[in-house]
Structures are given as structure tokens and as C-alpha cells.
């Protein structure tokens, strides 16, 4: 027997008691990957794309007005032998403040727009996030993983107005004194406009504090008449420094949206990206709205001269 | 806390904006299994059957009339370290075309008849399977994995009036050049019959062609009178050949089911059958409703002369 | 999209047809957690403790009046991977009597109040639980698995006014004829006490009989005016005996726990207590209602000498 879940909120009365929910929400796409790097024996180009996203949230609130709940995403993707079970976050907080503990982003990923100039189905290289710094530190800070586990993060958000700051560390879920990225991250929203800044200690989880890598961070986004403009850099110790500047324009179902990137490496070859010490990337894509499913698809050019290109679908439920 | 899902279609109006819900439905059941195949030293011919899945729904459609959807089963069964959550597949179409993209059925698996006889609370051998021929070809086709994936199938339906098509290729979200079982099969409905024929391009996904096994099967199933009956037909090149007749009648309540199955293989032993070359199995079962849950059981004879039987309730949620 | 789910019972009508109902629920909880035992090189003594559970049942009935239903959990901790999806278990009765298969406790576990005293917000050492004798016999009984399979249980439950006994035995699963616990367990209720007694014959789950261990647990548990009171008594063959006295009152809000627990080992070691042979644990905890979450805390003492303490919040949904 099927059941049909209410996409409205519900409004029957639950008298004085506190309220808590199960909800479900998710998303789905497929469509086709091109990878010109896959090109050795056995290996095909293009490939099929596919994904299917669960969220399961639990919420509630106390009868004094705290809020808090948790989560649980269920993940597949083309290729798995099974569907992923992330780990969860939980939280607790109101308006202007809240503790998130578990697979969350840090304070930096939190509030920086390092997702800015994301184009195509599937994001191709993610060439356009600024952290992503040829192979040296790809998705090195702590990002929510919706298959596995950020690392233990305990962040705590605090916003006032159109200002906001947070505090994380990571590691903390175990009973060992191991390294750890400790991050503050501050963001200013006023009008169409978001900036914001950010400091990593140890950005990569060193446990010997010779090795550790500090990162910092700024973003700023914003619309100029019917352009959406955005703009990120970020300098990763001893490794590099990347700017990536993305722009966007919507023709009313259709949006074109595109970025450039450049990183610069400090010492030859201390990002990955080999002789030059330099790079650019860049990408361009379209979203069309099917009226609740999206035509999507791109091309990127990535530090190693590399295109990937995709295109399809994708819908939210 | 706990919520209650509504058992009826939600009525209330989403206005101009898509649908689109994520649903739970599942189902379970409980019981006894012997096999005789099991007289080894340590062994026990019966145990305990448990079995629960959910399947986890998300769907919607688009303004312009589009359905779109998703599916992750989670799957626990008796013996198991922890459930399973299997592969999605994802889908998009409308009353005549759909595209069905991840862990599904295969053309063929999708169309024809191979799990009519299908007998008692947990379908015991599965000798009424025609692709089912001896040990060489156990779902070998592409048939979706409650617990797994069944390979990464990208699969298309066509329907028009009683008449449909579908066309499917596996082993395509990796970027390899693997083999690939591709497969056709059509069906038509007319009154209370139904039949279909399909061909499987090398069902057994070798990846080299010397080796590759094509698969043509048929079937057909229909009421004569208070009597149900089906035949279906296999032919695994250079493996064997396998028809298989059933029939079912209802007793008010309780529904007898039976059937008999005849594998020749092409050389001896080719199925792995053994000396003669040639095997009859046979099962016969019965299902009794309880109003809500159905109390199932049957006895099974397949190709090694091994019996297996199980008695159960099965229910639906 | 999000979805909510009602709150409350569904009250539309489904007219003759049986009820069939997917619901979900869960809980969360965070806070800080010190353990003196993690005092080594590179070792930390506190840690952030966090949990989220989602339970997915499914239930429904026959329009005879039967009841049936299963049970998947998904339980994510820190330092989780990811969360994982426990073996189900799958049940069917009614009021006076059910079968449970699956990952389900054994009737002792499911009769006698071996959790009565438990403190915290995390359970801390679960030195209250009497079946936990030193080392030798953690969680040794047929225990519900959030995480993966208490191992193939089959329980039936008999409740005839306040008397219920309960039936189990567990590695029913496979095709193996290996060791099993089987339990026997009574309990009655009158007025705001229980009493509850319990044998389980093999309790190690020994495949050889010499080394099979037989355990036998009795239990108390009531009200003495404003005091909540209970006794515990288990006795572990050839292993010790354990007896654990607990106590909680409420004021207001506020509730305060305590426990204090004897083990005496059969001989010296045979517990893996150590030189005394005999040892005293302990805790004490509170908690206190934010009206729809809980603030909670406590500290502990176990066989060796360690303690443990906790603090933070939990909350269901």
C-alpha cells in the first residue's frame, strides 16, 4: 500500500505539547558524463550519470522555543553496489544561535561562497571552488559528505541582522588528541549582496604541527541589474593561492552561468599542477526549467588541460 | 513521537506549483524453510525466514505533464549483519515513454513472464524461472537487486495501447569499455492474456566476445475459465533451453499454484546439471488470505533432486 | 520539498480495508563525555558524544483483528563512518499474544529490568545492567541491535492480565546447527510495580557443551511514595553473581538516579575483575525537561576503577 506524505504543512492542532516531526524530502538526476582524461585501454569516455538523495530530518522545538533536530541523507549514485547511509548531524538553537555537531560543514564552508560559478548536471571538476587548488587539497576543509562523515565537526552559528559568524573544530568524536581544523568564518548580508571571510587553522587535519596548513578565505556575491556576479580566493599555506571569479544571467526559463579560475602555486609544483606553477579553469553552463525538473549540463576545463562536459536531468521531491 | 502516514491520496491543493512527494510503502513476513540440500556435518535443513523491505519513493511531475521519480529499497533478511539500502534507479516519462536509469530490470526481466509459478512464502528454488537453467545462468539477466545493484542499467519503456517495447543496456555508469548485457523485448495485453518475447545480446556481460552468450526467451500467461496458466521459454546459447508450464486456481480465500519445468542442456553438463543432460523440477504452493496478510507456503523439487518447502505469513505496509 | 507528517493518528476512513501504515520516529541527542581509562600517549579523556536514531516501522492488521508490523532502525554515533541500517525484525499478534523474528531482544532482555539505574546521557559504563559482570559478559544476552543483528531471534511473548512470560531462542537464521540461547521469562505487574524472573540455558551461545553458560536473572521495580525504586539480580554459571540497587525522585523537573551495583566472581578472575575477586560500581545522574527536550548528565564508576561522566541534551522526534 502506497502513502502519500502531505507536501504542505500540517496544520492540526497539537494542543500543548511540543512539537517533533519525521520528515522526508530528496532529489534525483541522470544523464550523461564526459571525461577526456579517461582515455587509456578499457577505459570509455562518456559515461551514464545517476543520483538519487533521501533527506531524513528530525525536528522539533521545546515549549520555550528552542529548536533542534538532525539528519540523515541516503545517497546513490551510478556505479555504487549499494545506496549510502551518511553519518548525522544534530543541533540545537533559535534564531540567532545554534550548535550543529556531526557530518556539517565548517564555520569557512558555512559561510564562504565556495559553491559560487557551480555549473552543469554534476559540477564537472568543481574547479570553481577556490579551495580546490590543483590535486593538493581537493574538498580539504570540512564539508558536510552526504555518503560518509565530515569528520566529527562541532560548529556553532551565531547571526545578528545581516551578520553572522562561525566558530568549528573537527576530530572531536573520538577519545584521541589528534590534529584538527579549527575554523571562524564571518558573513555580511545586506541587500542582494553576500560577503564573507574566513580562517582555517590546520586546514589539513595535520597531527604534526610542522606539517600544518592554515587557509583564508574570502567570497562576495551580488546581482548588478540582471547579472548575478561572484568573486572567491583562497590561500592555502605553502600550497597556492586561487581566485575564481563566476557571473550568471538568467533568460527567463534558461541561465547561463560561468566562471574562470586561476591558481597560482607558491613553489613550483606545491599544488600539483606541474611546470608552470600556474593555471587557469574555466567552465560554462545552462539550467532550463521544465515548470519542476531542470535541463542541466556544462563543460569545464580543469589545471591539467582536461574537459569534462555533462548534460541531463534533474528533479527535487 | 510517533507520525502516522496517511494511507489515502493527499487531497490537499499544491496550487500552481508541481507535485512532487516522497513515499514509504513495504512489506514483510515470517516463517519456516527446509532444504535437504543442507545434511552436511554442523548443518540444519531448516531455519527460520524473516524478511522486511521498505521502499523509500520519491516522485512528482512537471507543469507540463511529466512524471519523474526515484526508488532506494532498504532490505533485511534473516541472517544478515545489518540491513541493506540497494542502489536507486531514477526515472522520468509519461503514459508512453519512460526512461528508467540505475538499479532496475533489464528489457527482458521487465516484459516477460519469468516469475509467473512462482510458488510459497519465499519462492523457494526458483526452478520456475526460465533463465534459471541448472547452476550455469542463476539471474544472470539484469533483474533488480533488492540489496545491491543489478549493474547499472539504463533502461526505455514504450506503451502504446496494449502493445510496448523496451530496449536496455547495462554496465553504464562507469567510465570502462566492459561488456554489456543489451537487451529487447516487447510484450502485448489483450483481454486477460499477456505475451512477450525478448533477445539478450551477451546476457552474461563478458567482456570478450568469444564468450558472450545471447539469451531469446517468450512467454505467455492468461485465464482459462477460474484457472490461471502461463509457459515461458529460455534459450541460453551454447548453455541449454528451459520451458516452464504453471497454473493456479482459487478457492475463495486460498489460491493453489503449480508448476513444471523441463532444462535441456546443449552439451551434457553445459547448465551444470550433470550426466543425463536434461532435468524436470517442480514446485507446487498455496497462499490462504488472512484479510490484510496472506498465510504462504509450497514444496519445490529442482534440478539436483533436492526439496526445498517453507510455510509463512507475508503482509503488506 | 519538505513533507511533514501528522502528529497524530490519521482519522480518514479506509473503509473495509485493512489498515497498513509506514511511520517514522526518532531521537538525538549531544553533549561532552570524559573516561579517566583514556589517559595514554596521544589519548584524550573527553570527547563530544552524538547520536541520531530514526526508526522506520511498518504495522498494520487484518480485518480479523491481527496485528503485524517490522522494524528497521537507523542509528548514526560519532566517529561513525557512516550511519548504519540495523537487521530488522518483524512480529504478528495481538493483545495476549506475538511472535518477534529478527533483531529483537530475548525474553529476558524483554521481561526483567536490567536497565533499571541506567544514568546519564549516555548509559556511561552500563555498570547498572546486572547481566554486566566485568568483562566477562558484556551485553552476553540476546539484546536488540541498533547497529546490526542481535543474531536471529525468535521471542514469544504470552500477556494475560499483568502476567506475561516470554519464549526465545536466537541463531534460528541460518542453515546451521549451532549454539543458541534459549530463554524462559516471566513477569507480573500490580499497581506501579514489577517483578520479573528469567533462565536463559546457554547464554553464551557456546557451540560446545562443556563450555556452555547458563544465566539466571530476577528483577523488582516500584514506587515507595515520591521514590522510584528497583533491584536487579543476575547469576552467570561458573562466571559471578551481580545484584544492583537503584533509586530516583522526582522534584519537578527535575529527576535525580542512582544505582550501586556488587558482582562477586565464582573465583577469583573468572569475571575478569581481577586480584579481589569481588568489586562495587556506581553512578549517579539527573535529568532535567526543557519541555520537549532534556538536559541530562552523570557520573560513573566501574570494576576498574575508572569513571566516566557526561553532559548534554537529548530529544526525540
Known sequence: MKKVLFAT????????????????SGSGRFGIVYNSALDGAGQSKTKIEKRMTINVDGTGSTDTGLDFGGRIRLRSDEGDAASSAASANVW???????????????????????????????GLHWANVSF??????????????????????????????????????????????NGSEDGIAISYNFGDWNVAAGFAKNANNSAVSATERDMFSLSAAGNIGDFGVGIQYSDLEDVASKVVLNGEYDFGQTTVAAFVAHTDEDTVGSAGIGAAGEETE??????????????AGGISRNYTDETMADLGVRFNF
Do not use: K, P
Open 92 to 122: 540545537m538553537g533559535n534564531d540567532m544561535f545554534r550548535i550543529t555537531v556531526g557530518n556539517t560543514e565548517g564555520a569557512l564552508v558555512n559561510r564562504i561562497g565556495y559553491f559560487q560559478g557551480s555549473i552543469g548536471l554534476t
Open 9 to 24: 504543512t500540517a496544520l492540526i492542532a497539537t494542543g500543548g505539547m511540543a512539537a517533533a516531526d519525521v520528515t522526508l
Open 132 to 177: 580546490n587548488m590543483g590535486s593538493a587539497s581537493r574538498f580539504i576543509l570540512n564539508t558536510y559528505s552526504s555518503r560518509g562523515n565530515a569528520g566529527d565537526v562541532v560548529r556553532l552559528d551565531f547571526n545578528v541582522g545581516g551578520f553572522g559568524v562561525s566558530l568549528s573544530s573537527d576530530s572531536t568524536g573520538d577519545h584521541l588528541s
Open 282 to 295: 574555466y567552465g560554462i553552463g545552462f539550467t532550463h526549467s521544465l515548470g519542476g525538473a531542470v535541463l
